[in-house]
């Protein structure tokens, strides 16, 4: 049987990290039109989810990610290398270090008391949907999001609503995005699994 865990926990992974985005966006944008005196203002808001829904997409992707340490663990031991490398490469990344304990806190409660990675007691903060607009990757693709003064929508080429939130330790030190965390995360593990061949 042609079974890898770890290559099925990196789909895993990918497919979790679609749920953060939303391509079906113009129901689920909220635009409100105020006219005072002579000028008019718009306020634009982004999705339609509450905090409640965004902590558990957030949270099922740190899950994903964080867990893969054990599998890569496991198959260290099982071709005779040594897996506390893995803690070692782990202990290089600050941004996985802190995924990690965020996804320990979403289990055991805040603040951790067993076994912290980092000494920052990371929370998430500042939950939100915003948009998210991208060139694609074809030569010469364009995308564009834009309102007219009556409200009305247009929008074309690779336009989405994303799940965001801030971390910040506890001290109230913005440390980075969720964006940031996550992409520099899973740049560690692909790192990782590709120098100790933890995916052949």
């Known amino acids: 049987m042609d079974y890898n865990p770890i290559k099925q926990k990196v789909n895993i992974i990918s497919a979790s990290m679609k749920t953060r985005y939303e391509l079906d966006i113009l129901d689920k944008i909220n635009i409100e039109i105020k006219h005072v005196s002579n000028y008019k203002s718009i306020l634009v808001t982004f999705g339609k989810k509450n905090e409640i829904e965004i902590i558990r997409i957030i949270g099922d992707i740190l899950h994903n990610i964080a867990t893969i340490r054990d599998l890569m663990k496991n198959k260290m031991e099982r071709t005779g290398q040594n897996k506390r490398l893995i803690e070692n490469e ?37 939950f939100r949907q915003s948009m998210s607009v991208s060139s694609g990757t074809s030569p010469g ?23 965001n939130c801030d971390i910040f330790d506890d001290k109230g030190n913005n440390l980075f995005t969720l964006d ?15 120098k100790y061949a933890l995916d052949e």
Do not use: W
Not at 91 to 112: A, E, R, V
Not at 180 to 194: F, H, R, T, V
């Open 90 to 126: 782990i202990n290089k990344c600050f941004h996985l270090q802190i995924l990690i304990d965020i996804d320990n806190q979403l289990k055991h409660g805040y603040p951790l008391t067993i076994n912290p990675r980092t000494k920052k007691n990371p929370i998430m903060k500042n």
């Open 141 to 163: 693709a364009r995308s564009f999001f834009c309102i007219s003064l009556d409200g009305k929508v247009e929008t074309k080429g690779d336009v989405s609503i994303i799940v």
């Open 180 to 194: 940031e965390m996550i992409n520099n995360s899973i740049e560690k593990i692909m790192g990782i699994i590709g």
